[in-house]
């Protein structure tokens, strides 16, 4: 039995030594010291020993347990160090290598210009008011004093959805919605996407931008219109920027006026852009018609207000310059890159 003990421990002992992963000794370990291992039974066969030698083979095993495990312990520490340090080197990050460049998008053309405007306005205390693309005709025509038989209801100009719901042809419905559900005074701009049936060529396109505006309140007279629209230009484009009012017509101001502003191209000394007037057609407005007041509940006699309304694409066009709308809307990387 003795012989049995020390032909086992010579055996783990070099079982322990031969071990490579920290799970090789691991097994080792279950192996001789577990409850089922090699080292238990021999425990157990001490039963078969006569009584006055059991005392002493149990003192060896358990001298051989100690030894054992001891050396399993300290195998086990080493291959642990040895994986640790594998593992540590395997992750290394070599901080002098050069970076992963990160591709940093930028705001399209139509984003700057309408963040550039709504600054403005809002330094001016205009509030931005949203409305729905699809829209109720009625507010869309009928409330703006646009007559059922007028010719900018025609089916070539507007896409209708049902007899009562079109695509929103502007975005003067907003001014609508805006007057139905707040009294004035009103300073509010409505930004957004607006359809006509138009066929897509350089300077037109089924589907453009708007910002219109609305002032309302006490008093409001065309000096405040004029006033506010220059400043607003003088701001946008430049400060040597003039602009010009020429008579207009809108079914919803009276009276209207359109608004030419300094070629942004040439700076007034006429190009091709500007078909060589040095002036170049940047929006409508006018002083809102008392009809439309009256048709949101607002009484024309106490107040008064002026409207206005710009095409986005338009003024981006002029601004930076492109000559094709279909630009704007094609997202093509190699155009959007150079506005970052
Ligand atoms: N709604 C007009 C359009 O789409 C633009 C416009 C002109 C809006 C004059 C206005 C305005 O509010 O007063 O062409």
């Given at each position: 039995m003795e012989n049995e003990l020390k032909a086992l421990m010579d055996k783990a002992l070099k079982e322990i030594n031969n071990c490579q992963t920290s799970s090789d000794i691991e097994a080792v370990r279950i192996r001789l010291?577990?409850?089922?291992g090699e080292l238990t039974a021999s425990l157990r066969s001490?039963?078969?020993?006569?009584e006055d030698q059991r005392p002493l083979f149990g003192k060896h095993v358990n001298e051989v347990r100690d030894a054992l495990t001891q050396a399993i312990d300290k195998k086990a520490g080493e291959l642990n160090r040895i994986e640790k340090e594998r593992r540590l080197k395997a992750e290394a990050?070599?901080?002098t290598m050069p970076g992963k460049k990160q591709m940093i998008g930028g705001l399209h053309p139509l984003t700057r210009i309408y963040y550039e405007l709504r600054d403005i306005f809002v330094s001016m205390g205009f509030s931005v008011m949203d409305g729905p693309e699809i829209e109720y005709d009625k507010y869309s025509f009928e409330m703006l004093?646009?007559?059922?038989?007028?010719?900018?209801?025609?089916m070539q100009d507007t896409f209708y959805i049902t007899e009562d719901i079109?695509?929103?042809?502007?975005?003067s419905p907003v001014q609508i919605r805006t007057m139905l559900s707040q009294k004035p005074p009103i300073r509010m701009i409505c930004p957004g996407r607006v359809y006509r049936s138009d066929d897509v060529d350089a300077t037109h396109s089924p589907v453009f931008n708007q910002v219109e505006g609305l002032v309302v309140g006490h008093g409001i007279t065309l000096a405040n219109l004029k006033w506010t629209l220059d400043a607003v230009m003088k701001e946008f484009y430049g400060e040597n920027t003039k602009t010009k009012f020429r008579p207009g017509h809108f079914p919803f101001t009276e009276p209207s006026a359109e608004v030419d502003a300094t070629c942004a191209k040439c700076h007034g000394k006429g190009c091709g852009v500007c078909k060589g007037t040095g002036m170049i057609e940047v929006l409508g407005c006018g002083m809102v018609h008392p009809n439309v007041l009256l048709n949101c509940g607002i009484d024309p006699d106490e107040y008064t207000g002026f409207a206005f309304g710009m095409g986005l694409d338009r003024l981006a066009t002029i601004k930076y310059g492109i000559?094709?709308?279909r630009l704007l809307f094609e997202n093509d990387i190699r155009f959007l890159s150079q506005f970052k």
């Open positions: 010291l577990g409850k089922k001490m039963k078969d020993l006569p990050v070599d901080i004093n646009i007559p059922k038989e007028h010719p900018a209801r025609d079109v695509l929103r042809p502007h975005t000559t094709d709308i």
